[in-house]
């Protein structure tokens, strides 16, 4: 079992900055991936960037260029720094782990941006 504990998250006008972070404990294999999924109101769920363990990292293309996903392995956690932030991007985020065929979510952190 893998336990996720997300931090960060809250309101930020147009235009700032924010940064989340997730932890992960428990069973934790060398081989693994994170992400960040984000969910707004009456939306799917989409995946926003993930990073391996070897550090490969993905984004889509709504935040390429103004967000930055890093991770820690020592510490197993995954950060995502994100910048010029738009009304849109306005959302719950969730940290996702996969390791050996098995996922994980974290309960999810609210970000807001508006003015």
């Known amino acids: 079992q893998v336990q996720l504990v997300e931090s960060g998250g809250g309101l930020v006008q147009p235009g700032g900055s924010l940064s989340i972070s997730c932890a992960a404990s428990?069973?934790?294999?060398?081989?693994?991936?994170m992400d960040w999924y984000r969910q707004a109101p009456g939306k799917q769920r989409e995946l926003v960037a993930g990073i391996t363990s070897g550090g490969t990292t993905s984004y889509a293309v709504s935040v390429k260029g103004r967000f930055t996903i890093s991770r820690d392995n020592a510490k197993n956690t995954v950060s995502l720094q994100m910048n010029s932030l738009k009304p849109e991007d306005t959302a719950v985020y969730y940290c996702n782990f996969r390791q050996l065929g098995k996922e994980y979510w974290g309960q999810g952190t609210q970000v807001t941006v508006s003015s």
């Open positions: 428990g069973s934790i294999f060398r081989v693994n991936t």
